[in-house]
């Protein structure tokens, strides 16, 4: 079932509030949550929005109090971090863009899906290239949602969560690390060799998670959330973290997994 009602619908619900029916039997009327019957009231009421003529764009949660779905918006802080642009398009609308590999269609799905969680009126546009898909969602409000945009490369300027978002990702560190290992992540199956004792060798297999990136920010971002699983990583290299050992790989195929 959709989350959002015809503007015929909210309009009549709001007529039949202000003539002093109770938000329960309002809710019953229209078939929909009381709580949604009470959001209908704050934003149309109290912020004094106009009525009638549609909706002038999606509510933000920033700006107009709009819920937000915390679970879906951290797993979308982290393609945006990992894999994301917000792009300025015409009349202060912007577009964010999601870039994932082709060949992963399941999860260009998923990510098409959490912006719908986000944006509870987005269509997703999902363009195909050559070797990327990439998803995209137009709205006023994205830097409000992903203050992190800026001009310029992400990893050329500091990038630091706003408090709400550090109170969101502390609640769905899980959420979080998924976007980030299935952007700019991977994991990978690696054979190596041991000898046996007594004599001859065995070949046997290990799982590894890494993740590159070339912020350092956003690498702390990274470990800042394994750190709060409980999750042993290492740094490879400068611009990459790597999870090996067992228990955290076991922990990670919880959440993140192989990608589809
Ligand atoms: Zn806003």
């Known amino acids: 079932m959709s989350h959002f009602r015809s503007q015929e619908t909210v309009d009549s619900a709001l007529r039949m509030s202000d003539a002093g029916v109770s938000d329960r039997v309002n809710a019953d009327v ?32 920033r700006c107009d109090g709009a819920e937000l779905d915390e679970s879906a918006y951290a797993l979308l802080l982290g393609w945006y971090l990992g894999d994301g642009h917000i792009v300025a398009a015409r009349r202060g609308v912007y577009t964010l863009q999601i870039s994932n590999d082709q060949k992963y269609s399941n999860l260009s799905q998923e990510v098409a899906a959490t912006m719908r969680l986000v944006k509870p009126t987005a269509s997703p546009c999902l ?6 898909t990439r998803i995209e969602v137009r709205w006023k409000h994205w830097p409000c949602v992903f ?13 630091e969560l706003a408090d709400w978002q550090r109170e969101i990702v502390a609640k769905y560190p899980e959420q ?35 993740f590159s990136n070339e912020s350092e920010d956003i690498i702390g971002i990274c470990t800042d959330a394994l750190d709060q699983l409980g999750i042993p990583w290492r740094r490879p290299r400068r611009n990459a973290v790597a999870v090996s050992r067992k228990e955290g790989v076991g922990a990670l195929d919880g959440f993140v997994g192989p990608k589809s």
């Open 147 to 159: 203050p992190q945009h800026g001009p310029g490369r992400k990893h050329l300027r500091k990038i």
């Open 30 to 61: 229209h078939g929909v949550a009381v709580k949604t019957i009470m959001r209908w009231r704050r934003q149309y009421q109290w912020l004094g929005l106009p009525r009638g003529q549609g909706f002038r764009g999606t509510p933000c949660p």
């Open 176 to 210: 979080l690390l998924r976007g980030l290992f299935h952007s700019d992540g991977c994991r990978f199956v690696n054979w190596a060799t041991r000898p046996i004792v007594g004599g001859g060798i065995r070949r046997y297999e290990y799982i590894r998670y890494m």
């Open 127 to 132: 363009r195909g290239g050559s070797t990327a």
